[in-house]
C-alpha cells in the first residue's frame, strides 16, 4: 500500500493588516485556502472529502465554494446532499462514507480515518493556539508513519501587491 502523503501549508500573516493575527482572521484564511486546494485537486481529477469541525463551518465552506468565480466552479456538496456518489468535493464534519484520494482537514486534530486517503491537506495557521493544535497534528501525521512536508500557502494572484 502506498505510504499517505501530507502536506502542512503555512498561512502567511495579512501584510496590509497590522492587527495581531485572530483565529477568526485564521478560520477566515484558513477555509479559503481549503476551498483553493479544493478546485485545484478537483482539476486534476481527484475526488475530496473536506472535513470540518462542525456543523456550521461546513456550511461555510460550502457557502464559500459557492461564491467562487463562475469560471473557477467547482462541483461539491455537504454529505447526504445530491447523488449517492456525491460530487467531486464532499464536505462533512462526520465521517466520510465514500472514497475519496483527498483529505483536507480543518479540524484541529488527525481524523482517526485519515489513513483511508493517499493525500492530508492541513494548514499551520498564524494564530498561537492554532498553530501549537497544527504541530500536534504534524507529530501526529509523523508517528501514523506518514510522509510529511510543509511550504508556504498558496496566495492568490487578486491578493498580491503589485510593485510597477
Known amino acids: 500500500m502506498q505510504q499517505t502523503q501530507v502536506m502542512f501549508y503555512i498561512l502567511q500573516n495579512d501584510k496590509t493588516q497590522e492587527s495581531i493575527a485572530t483565529a477568526d482572521n485564521d478560520k477566515n484564511k484558513l477555509f479559503h485556502q481549503a476551498c483553493l486546494q479544493a ?36 462541483p461539491h456538496n455537504l454529505t447526504g446532499e445530491g447523488t449517492n456518489y456525491g460530487a467531486a468535493v464532499e464536505i462533512s464534519w462526520q465521517t466520510p462514507t465514500n472514497r475519496r484520494a483527498v483529505l483536507i482537514n480543518l479540524t484541529s486534530t488527525v481524523p482517526n480515518f485519515a489513513n483511508r486517503f493517499s493525500r492530508i491537506i492541513d494548514f499551520v495557521p498564524t494564530d498561537e493556539t492554532m498553530k501549537q493544535q497544527a504541530r500536534v497534528r504534524f507529530s501526529t501525521c509523523r508517528k501514523l508513519g506518514f510522509s510529511v512536508d510543509t511550504q508556504p500557502a498558496f496566495v492568490p494572484q487578486e491578493h498580491v501587491e503589485s510593485h510597477s
Do not use: G, P
Not at 46 to 64: G, K, L
Open 39 to 74: 478546485a485545484h485537486f478537483y482539476r486534476q481529477n481527484q475526488r475530496v472529502f473536506i472535513y470540518t469541525q462542525d456543523q456550521a463551518s461546513a456550511h461555510n465552506i460550502d457557502e464559500m465554494l459557492w461564491a467562487f468565480d463562475a469560471n473557477s466552479f467547482v
